[in-house]
């Protein structure tokens, strides 16, 4: 699967099928999620790809990885969506090395205060509001 650690999972039912929420979901990953080419914080982190995440691997209707690395990260973001009964329950797995001493600072600002689970769960929530409002 990955050789980086794993680091958390968040999840959120959806009011959609699996098939709505895998569209709202691409559609996320491959426009707003990314950070713009002239990003400060791109150009800070020095992220590869540009916009933080490129998809590695994907299975249609069921999981879509997003990888990326920086100056003090390489990580995995992986999404996994099953469903029943016209809901899809979407799942936001991190996996993530943090190498050296910066890396260690970097973990500790970015995972210890919270504010990756914020981001993830923000990045769950518009997922979720873009596929309840489509059609």
Same mark, same amino acid.
């Given at each position: 699967?990955?050789?980086?650690?794993?680091?958390?999972?968040?999840?959120?039912?959806?009011?959609?099928?699996?098939?709505?929420?895998? !569209?709202?979901?691409t559609?996320?990953?491959?426009?707003?999620?990314?950070?713009?080419?002239?990003?400060?914080? &791109?150009?800070?982190?020095? %992220?590869?790809?540009?916009?933080?995440?490129?998809?590695?691997?994907?299975?249609? $209707?069921?999981?879509?990885?997003l %990888?990326? !690395?920086?100056?003090?990260?390489? #990580?995995?973001?992986?999404?996994?969506?099953?469903?029943?009964?016209?809901?899809?329950?979407?799942?936001?797995?991190? #996996?993530?090395?943090?190498? $050296?001493?910066?890396?260690?600072? #970097?973990r500790?600002?970015?995972? $210890?205060?919270?504010?990756?689970?914020?981001? %993830? !769960?923000?990045?769950?929530?518009?997922?979720?509001?873009? &596929?309840?409002?489509?059609?």
């Open positions: 699967m990955t050789d980086l650690p794993f680091v958390d999972e968040h999840t959120r039912i959806v009011d959609a099928s699996p098939e709505v929420t895998w !569209r709202a979901l559609q996320h990953a491959t426009g707003d999620l990314l950070l713009g080419p002239r990003n400060p914080l &791109a150009l800070i982190l020095g %992220t590869e790809p540009r916009g933080g995440f490129e998809i590695a691997d994907s299975v249609d $209707g069921s999981t879509l990885d %990888t990326g !690395r920086h100056r003090f990260s390489r #990580y995995l973001l992986r999404f996994v969506l099953t469903g029943a009964d016209g809901k899809t329950q979407l799942a936001a797995r991190t #996996y993530a090395l943090f190498p $050296g001493p910066h890396g260690r600072v #970097y500790a600002l970015v995972i $210890g205060s919270g504010a990756h689970a914020v981001a %993830t !769960r923000g990045i769950l929530r518009t997922v979720a509001e873009l &596929a309840e409002h489509s059609g």
